[in-house]
């Protein structure tokens, strides 16, 4: 069996101590720190926002994905029908969903169940939207909003008083209400 030797290169008292890396990195920094320097003395616009006195709200793109709300229809009645298509295709498991039956003295008993308790865990949740896709009664939607806050782990699980609070109306035809269903 043959044995190969390679050869290392000799390298100089400079390159042994990485000033020379060290120097090269420097320089990079230093003149992206003059470019952005000449920018701002030039009038142009900063590169960073403030983020407290700066919102993004007026530069939001319309693919923004944000926080997961319920909605209610025109009449403020639940779209949900507790299918739990979305709690089943979370990625991170953020949604969990409790149905619960509708009394049969109930108008809309056809429906048979609502969620009984809907909870979304803000923390886990990764802003994918797939629960707005998967929901066959467009009952869940994403929000513009990026500036989710709490103090404890608690009060970042929003439940089911919490999210339609947040959520809103939206109009539209729903299958859920559908007289023809």
């Not at 806050?149 to 439940?159: F, I, K, P, Q």
């Amino acid at each position: 069996m043959a044995f190969i030797e390679v050869k290392r290169p000799k390298l100089a008292w400079h390159e042994k101590a990485f000033l020379s890396t060290l120097f090269k990195g420097l320089r990079i920094t230093l003149s992206h720190a003059w470019r952005t320097f000449r920018q701002i003395a030039g009038g142009k616009p900063k590169v960073t926002m403030e983020y407290p006195e700066q919102k993004w709200d007026s530069n939001l793109p319309e693919y923004y994905r944000g926080a997961p709300a319920l909605v209610t229809d025109e009449q403020g009645r639940e779209r949900c029908v507790s299918c739990q298509l979305c709690e089943f295709i979370c990625p991170p498991k953020a949604i969990r969903i409790t149905p619960g039956e509708i009394p049969n003295d109930d108008p809309w008993a056809k429906v048979e169940k609502r969620p009984r308790e809907f909870e979304i865990d803000m923390i886990r949740c990764i802003y994918c939207g797939m629960c707005e896709e998967v929901c066959p009664e467009q009952a869940i939607y994403l929000r513009k909003d990026y500036a989710i806050t709490g103090l404890s782990r608690a009060e970042m699980v929003h439940d089911k008083k919490r999210l339609y609070e947040i959520g809103g109306q939206r109009i539209g035809l729903v299958n859920k209400w559908n007289e023809l269903k």
